[in-house]
């Protein structure tokens, strides 16, 4: 079974504190990690995916298969990124179709 | 067209009509899915449509029954809910599993 887990329900930052809204999972194949972000009003999106290594909005997610951890890191804390965000995992798949788990997200409020 | 569109976007039924939800995304992806996300908490997976064809039921009761007419189209029909159904429903579809998923912005279902 997979299994995804965020342990804070709210995190509380000033603008311009860094951020780590933590992430870790249980699964015992090859997992693929993503976060997805939800701002007030709008849908889910896509903000990162461990695949691509990459750096959206100022956020990096480095997985760490040891912790079995997928943290969520961002240097200094902006207005805007004041939204739910959740980190997911899908079992690993030469498919087209995968089984998204959800964790139970961790509402980020930024603060002046 | 890089959107899965759900319609309608609010939805008030009772306990004994018939409605659906439909779903359309026009991004060539072969995978698509409802989810269930009720208040506060993260999506739950409902239904997975490979190429088609229902690869996933996660144990829906027989209340929702999905359809795939197409690789353009995802439809959810609804009979006899009751109102602990109440809740916003997603659409997604994915490329491939490892690119994530693309989530439209949502049903929001009132059952009376």
């Known amino acids: 079974a997979q299994r995804v887990t965020q342990p804070e329900k709210l995190l509380s930052v000033f603008k311009g504190a860094p951020v780590e809204l933590k992430c870790n999972y249980s699964y015992s194949g090859s997992p693929e990690l993503f976060w997805y972000v939800q701002y007030s009003r709008q849908r889910l999106q896509l903000l990162l995916r461990h695949i691509s290594r990459e750096s959206i909005k100022g956020f990096t997610a480095d997985l760490n298969k040891g912790e079995t951890s997928f943290h969520l890191k961002k240097p200094f804390a902006q207005e805007e990124d004041s939204a739910m965000y959740y980190c997911?995992?899908?079992?690993?798949?030469?498919?087209?179709?995968?089984?998204?788990?959800f964790g139970t997200g961790t509402r980020l409020q930024v603060t002046l | 067209d890089t959107e899965v569109t759900q319609t309608p976007k609010h939805l008030v039924m009772g306990m004994t009509n018939k409605k659906s939800l439909k779903c359309e995304q026009h991004?060539?992806?072969?995978?698509m899915y409802w989810y269930k996300q009720k208040a506060k908490k993260p999506p739950e997976l409902m239904f997975v449509?490979?190429?088609?064809?229902?690869?996933i039921n996660e144990s829906v009761p027989s209340r929702f029954s999905p359809e795939c007419p197409n690789s353009s189209l995802l439809n959810l029909h609804l009979h006899a809910l009751q109102p602990e159904d109440s809740a916003l429903y997603l659409c997604a579809s994915s490329q491939s599993g490892v690119y994530g998923y693309t989530f439209g912005s949502g049903t929001r279902l009132t059952v009376v």
């Open positions: 997911a995992l899908s079992p690993y798949t030469s498919g087209t179709a995968s089984k998204l788990t």
């Open positions: 991004m060539g992806h072969r995978a």
């Open positions: 449509y490979s190429y088609e064809k229902l690869s």
